[in-house]
């Protein structure tokens, strides 16, 4: 019996079946990953489809399948299974995924420019659950559906993606990029958004007026054109109606993450849903107990990761970098230590090389931090796992761009018991 990796795998299944006739309620083709969006998200919420805008296309797809794989697949009777029924037939490998869906959810949430799921792990280990994700970078698509058993929605600006968005959830929440807004001046309102990334997350709140919204982006956003762009996105928000609350905040002084991590966390409140607002409040700071070396392999010996004489500054590093219990950089023209005892912020790009990259001696050399190791100066769950099928690089920039999960955890905690 083909399972849904099978089909994700089999190139003549993508040519012959998800290729063929699936259209979206504009009548423009539906691409493979969308089908595959429609899918996972449906055998994720299958107990509470009946509420789900997505629902109706995805039980079309799984009859297209169904019907496929009756005729190619002999003794296997299939076509005359309930929809639902055969849906865990076919999704019987991701039913089970490494952090299931809660049963009985206390609230609901959605996952925009989800990226690896770092909001989504804190919001489940909460009890709630996610009706719709969205993503768009493939690679990052495939890491959340490693783990989480669901490919998300792709392009979020689209109009036939917006319309896979449920109503009646609980929180928003979006690590949504930084576009630089182009004002000419300070004006208020929702229109000045337009043309940003921002506008599509104002958009769906508008729309679906969820009662809380949790935003996180770079601490820059705060100054980035002397305070006008945080002005135009704290206006907007307050436009729709909402209370805003905000506040930057470092992992390593709020979540007890070894990582000097700062960005500006935004959490807004619908006050006609949520009449104690005003209770909420942001974590206080916690002490730093963690180390470095709680993220740290030292028994990795993994070629790829070390640093050898074809760098062109090998001597410079071998000559400073001494200690086992620190960070080093190297600075374009010297060594820098990272005396906090800290990760550095990790970014995107360290999967390029060079400047800026994190380096560790070990009793094997000098390396970069493996994918792993920076997930988990994220503050991942050690069970998170990449999938081996996406490269290195694709992995250092997933992490790079990723949450730090044990503050957007604590933020969450007070969020929910507002709500």
Same mark, same amino acid.
């Given at each position: 019996?083909?399972?849904?990796?099978?089909?994700?795998?089999?190139?003549?299944?993508?040519?012959?079946?998800?290729?063929?006739?699936?259209?979206?309620?504009?009548?423009?083709?539906?691409?493979?990953?969308?089908?595959?969006?429609?899918?996972?998200?449906?055998?994720?919420?299958?107990?509470?489809?009946?509420?789900?805008?997505?629902?109706?296309?995805?039980?079309?797809?799984?009859?297209?399948?169904?019907?496929?794989?009756?005729?190619?697949?002999?003794?296997?009777?299939? #076509?005359?299974?309930?929809?639902?029924?055969?849906?865990?037939?076919?999704?019987?490998?991701?039913?089970?995924?490494?952090?299931?869906?809660?049963?009985?959810?206390?609230?609901?949430?959605?996952?925009?420019?989800?990226?690896?799921?770092?909001?989504?792990?804190?919001?489940?280990?909460?009890?709630?659950?996610? #009706?719709?994700?969205?993503?768009?970078?493939?690679?990052?698509? @495939?890491?959340?559906?490693?783990?989480?058993?669901?490919?998300?929605?792709?392009?979020?600006?689209?109009?036939?993606?917006?319309? %896979?968005?449920?109503?009646?959830?609980? #929180?928003?929440?979006?690590?949504?990029?930084?576009?630089?807004?182009?004002?000419?001046?300070?004006? =208020?309102?929702?229109?000045?958004?337009?043309?940003?990334?921002?506008?599509?997350?104002?958009?769906?709140?508008?729309?679906?007026?969820?009662?809380?919204?949790?935003?996180?982006?770079?601490?820059?956003?705060?100054?980035?054109?002397?305070?006008?762009?945080?002005?135009?996105? @704290?206006?907007?928000?307050?436009?729709?109606?909402?209370?805003?609350?905000?506040?930057?905040?470092?992992?390593?002084?709020?979540?007890?993450?070894?990582?000097?991590?700062?960005?500006?966390?935004?959490?807004?409140?619908?006050?006609?849903?949520?009449?104690?607002?005003?209770?909420?409040?942001?974590?206080?700071?916690?002490?730093?107990?963690?180390?470095?070396?709680? %993220?740290?392999?030292?028994?990795?010996?993994? @070629?790829?990761?070390?640093?050898?004489?074809?760098?062109?500054?090998?001597?410079?590093? @071998?000559?400073?970098?001494?200690?086992?219990?620190?960070?080093?950089?190297?600075?374009?023209?010297?060594?820098?230590?990272?005396?906090?005892?800290?990760?550095?912020?990790?970014?995107?790009?360290?999967?390029?090389?060079?400047?800026?990259?994190?380096?560790?001696?070990?009793?094997?050399?000098?390396? =970069?931090?493996?994918?792993?190791?920076?997930?988990?100066?994220?503050?991942?769950?050690?069970?998170?796992?990449?999938?081996?099928?996406?490269?290195?690089?694709?992995?250092?920039?997933?992490?790079?761009?990723? #949450?730090?999960?044990?503050?957007?955890?604590?933020? %969450?905690?007070?969020?929910?018991?507002?709500?």
């Amino acid at each position: 019996m083909k399972t849904i990796s099978n089909i994700i795998l089999d190139k003549s299944i993508k040519e012959t079946l998800f290729l063929k006739t699936a259209k979206d309620s504009d009548g423009n083709h539906i691409t493979l990953s969308e089908q595959m969006a429609y899918l996972t998200h449906f055998i994720q919420n299958h107990k509470i489809s009946h509420k789900l805008s997505y629902s109706q296309k995805a039980l079309e797809i799984i009859e297209e399948v169904s019907e496929y794989l009756n005729a190619t697949d002999e003794g296997n009777d299939i #076509v005359s299974e309930p929809a639902v029924d055969y849906s865990y037939s076919l999704f019987s490998d991701i039913v089970h995924p490494r952090f299931p869906s809660v049963a009985n959810p206390k609230f609901t949430f959605i996952d925009l420019f989800a990226g690896i799921g770092g909001f989504r792990i804190a919001l489940q280990s909460l009890g709630g659950k996610c #009706v719709f994700s969205s993503e768009w970078d493939a690679n990052a698509q @495939k890491t959340y559906f490693y783990n989480f058993g669901e490919i998300p929605y792709g392009d979020i600006t689209k109009e036939s993606i917006k319309n %896979c968005i449920p109503d009646g959830f609980d #929180v928003l929440c979006a690590g949504f990029p930084c576009q630089a807004f182009s004002i000419a001046g300070y004006r =208020k309102g929702f229109e000045d958004t337009r043309g940003t990334l921002f506008f599509d997350v104002a958009e769906i709140i508008k729309r679906k007026r969820p009662k809380a919204v949790f935003l996180e982006n770079v601490k820059n956003l705060y100054t980035h054109d002397n305070g006008k762009t945080f002005a135009v996105i @704290k206006a907007t928000l307050e436009e729709l109606g909402y209370v805003v609350y905000h506040k930057v905040m470092n992992s390593m002084e709020y979540a007890n993450v070894p990582q000097n991590r700062e960005r500006i966390f935004i959490v807004c409140f619908d006050p006609n849903q949520v009449k104690n607002h005003h209770q909420f409040s942001f974590p206080e700071r916690t002490e730093l107990t963690h180390t470095i070396h709680d %993220c740290i392999d030292p028994e990795i010996n993994d @070629k790829a990761l070390f640093y050898g004489a074809k760098f062109i500054h090998y001597e410079e590093l @071998k000559r400073d970098m001494v200690s086992m219990d620190t960070i080093y950089q190297w600075r374009r023209q010297y060594v820098r230590e990272n005396k906090s005892n800290v990760c550095p912020t990790l970014t995107a790009n360290m999967g390029t090389g060079g400047h800026n990259v994190p380096l560790i001696l070990t009793k094997y050399g000098i390396r =970069k931090l493996s994918p792993k190791e920076c997930i988990n100066f994220q503050g991942y769950p050690k069970e998170y796992q990449f999938p081996t099928s996406i490269a290195n690089s694709a992995k250092y920039k997933q992490a790079g761009n990723s #949450v730090v999960v044990p503050l957007i955890t604590k933020v %969450c905690q007070n969020i929910i018991s507002i709500i």
